[in-house]
């Protein structure tokens, strides 16, 4: 149903704005009495043979959403009814900050792909806070970023205020410096930077009685040898794993006629990309850390291609939006069947 009439219609009209409308409308029927308890029925699959144990905390199943989708927190809990067995939220900054100016979103349909310029557009971490008192037991990562207008030898204090913002309201952190959307935030990337950073969110996260779980997100487009950095970043700051991976400044083998815009590149031309940075990051590290791979997810066959190649969890975002919620219930069942 999702993809003969929602999509189609969905997909006649601004993305930004469809998006928006999207969330009122979720928000509305979430109101109205059994619907919920309707979406889940329809579409969780509850199993404890799905669940996962990483870094401390159990997943429900190992499908979940990607940052970028509720970036301010507004209906993580709605979401979850759809299938998913956590929710990231972000990219969030100390500061509120518009973004990108608009268009910024851009369909590539023929290539089921979109590309986003949006630069980290959102109300301010404590805005999130506010709605995040507000979860009902959905497990929560929280992705967190620096303000367009900190240099990056300041950006070290942005990642501190929103970590410490969102201590005890996320369950895991996920440490933003591969968004090709924030002008200069990729050079955060290379190696002195970047472990300076994560050392210093350690010594925070530190300072808590029970410290919790960092992940880094990193671009595809990093070469071999910075990945072999960031293997051994991950050793000598002992964070707890990796995000692989965000959007891509590649356009090679699009065929929409508006693949040279500008932004970060997401959806099935993302795929395979992503999945050689999983299995070469779970290769040559000995899967010593945990990967939750992300990036070109349309279908069963893409999400157990990433499974395989050694990812302990999936996220999906662009195919979510192409394929619809049916695709989360559709790699749960996929997963379960596996097993038997």
């Given at each position: 149903m999702y993809k003969l009439l929602i999509q189609p219609l969905l997909f006649c009209f601004d993305p930004e704005k469809v998006h928006r409308f999207t969330f009122v409308l979720i928000k509305f029927i979430s109101k109205i009495p059994l619907i919920p308890n309707l979406i889940k029925s329809i579409y969780v699959v509850n199993d404890k043979r799905?669940?996962?144990?990483?870094?401390?905390?159990?997943?429900k199943n190992p499908v979940g959403l990607a940052a970028g989708f509720d970036k301010d927190a507004k209906l993580f809990n709605e979401l979850s009814n759809f299938g998913f067995g956590f929710i990231e939220i972000g990219t969030l900054t100390p500061k509120p900050q518009s973004g990108n100016p608009k268009k910024r979103l851009i369909r590539l349909k023929l290539d089921s792909a979109i590309i986003n310029r949006m630069g980290f557009n959102n109300a301010g971490v404590l805005e999130a806070v506010k709605r995040l008192k507000q979860n009902k037991n959905v497990l929560i990562g929280g992705n967190i970023?620096?303000?367009?207008?900190?240099?990056?030898?300041?950006?070290v204090e942005d990642?501190?205020?929103?970590?410490?913002?969102?201590?005890?309201?996320?369950?895991?952190?996920?440490?933003?410096?591969?968004?090709?959307n924030?002008?200069?935030?990729?050079?955060?990337?290379?190696?002195?930077?970047?472990?300076?950073?994560?050392?210093?969110?350690?010594?925070?996260?530190?300072?808590?009685?029970?410290?919790?779980?960092?992940?880094?997100?990193?671009?595809?487009?990093?070469?071999?040898?910075?990945?072999?950095d960031i293997i051994d970043i991950i050793k000598d700051t002992k964070i707890n794993g990796v995000i692989a991976t965000n959007t891509t400044i590649s356009r090679e083998g699009l065929?929409?006629?508006?693949?040279?815009?500008?932004?970060?590149?997401?959806?099935?031309?993302?795929?395979?990309?992503?999945?050689?940075?999983?299995?070469?990051?779970?290769?040559k590290s000995n899967k010593a850390f945990p990967i939750i791979g992300v990036g070109g997810i349309h279908s069963v066959k893409d999400a157990l291609e990433k499974l395989d190649s050694g990812a302990d969890l999936i996220q999906l975002y662009t195919g979510f939006i192409y394929e619809g919620p049916k695709l989360?219930?559709?790699?749960?069942?996929?997963?379960?069947?596996?097993?038997?």
């Open positions: 799905l669940e996962r144990n990483l870094f401390g905390l159990t997943f970023g620096k303000n367009k207008t900190t240099p990056n030898q300041d950006a990642y501190k205020i929103c970590f410490e913002a969102l201590f005890n309201y996320v369950d895991y952190f996920v440490v933003n410096v591969s968004s090709p924030t002008p200069n935030l990729r050079a955060l990337q290379d190696k002195e930077p970047l472990t300076n950073l994560l050392k210093d969110l350690q010594i925070e996260n530190s300072k808590h009685q029970k410290p919790k779980p960092i992940l880094l997100k990193i671009a595809p487009d990093l070469s071999n040898e910075q990945l072999l065929q929409s006629e508006n693949k040279n815009e500008t932004g970060g590149l997401s959806g099935k031309p993302l795929a395979k990309r992503s999945t050689e940075v999983i299995r070469f990051l779970s290769e989360v219930k559709d790699i749960n069942t996929a997963l379960l069947t596996k097993l038997e």
